[in-house]
């Protein structure tokens, strides 16, 4: 193992405790903010816009704990001592989708020893020594599986249940993932309005722009590069990927929330994959 990559991995782990703390004591007094959502819900997208649009910074990759007006990336749990957030939600099954790429992609992530090697062990637990990576629809249902019982990165909640954590609590503004896609300028207006009392249309579509997904990931929505953060950057890629037992799989822990959530109009969504 690289030791300076362990090194840097401990310290931003060391940072992010203390900047946690830091946000439940004094957040709203240094004026902080908080972009939250589940893993690959977009979180870093809402941070980035949320930056240019409050005029603070978004400290991504933070190894120092952070104490100033800012706005700071999490997928924690709600705590009502937290300064403003915005939470963003995003369809589940892209969510899916999208967690597997990325861990994927993670595996060999020289920056993240720690990370690479725990992913490892979680994908030759689910399909043994020498899985095929590239076998994205048959692997599916297992992995939606281990991410429903043993969800990654989001304090022991599952997808449905930590959008359900902070469904309609004070002091949240929310977003959709698909709305944000859709037409990010009155989404980031409403947003910024909700967690200040006021928004600017002009610093709005400065944000929409610095931010779009053709800027960040210089190709365009829908071209694929899975070698990248930025993979796709579409709504409904589930849909090429589902199989009917990945659907009854996902159905069987999270299918009245996705109902509920606005993803689909009833429990039957899947019975056509």
């Not at 790429?101 to 060999?108: G, K, N, S």
């Not at 909640?157 to 990010?184: C, I, K, M, N, T």
Request: net charge positive.
């Amino acid at each position: 193992m690289n030791a300076s990559a362990k090194i840097s991995e401990q310290m931003r782990r060391v940072a992010a405790r203390s900047t946690r703390e830091i946000m439940r004591r004094r957040g709203t007094d240094l004026g902080m903010y908080m972009g939250c959502g589940f893993p690959k819900s977009g979180t870093v997208w809402l941070c980035q816009l949320l930056g240019t649009a409050l005029g603070v910074p978004y400290p991504r990759e933070y190894r120092s704990p952070i104490a100033m007006a800012s706005v700071i990336h999490t997928h924690w749990r709600y705590d009502a001592k937290y300064p403003a957030t915005a939470y963003i939600r995003r369809d589940g099954r892209d969510v899916m989708l999208s967690l597997y790429f990325y861990y994927v992609r993670a595996l060999d992530h020289p920056g993240k020893p720690s990370r690479a090697r725990n992913l490892r062990e979680m994908f030759e637990h689910m399909y043994g020594p020498g899985f095929d990576a590239t076998a994205v629809r048959e692997n599916l249902p297992k992995f939606i599986e281990t991410q429903m019982r043993s969800p990654r990165g989001s304090e022991g909640l599952a997808w449905h249940q930590h959008v359900s954590d902070w469904w309609q609590r004070p002091g949240v503004a929310h977003v959709s993932y698909e709305e944000l896609l859709a037409d990010p300028v009155p989404a980031v207006m409403r947003l910024t309005n909700e967690l200040t009392g006021s928004a600017d249309d002009n610093i709005a579509r400065l944000a929409a722009e610095r931010w779009s997904f053709a800027t960040a990931a210089q190709r365009k929505p829908g071209q694929e590069d899975r070698s990248s953060f930025m993979r796709k950057g579409v709504a409904g890629d589930w849909s090429n990927y589902f199989s009917r037992e990945a659907g009854e799989v996902f159905d069987s822990f999270a299918g009245a929330e996705l109902v509920e959530f606005g993803y689909a109009s009833d429990r039957d969504w899947y019975l056509n994959l």
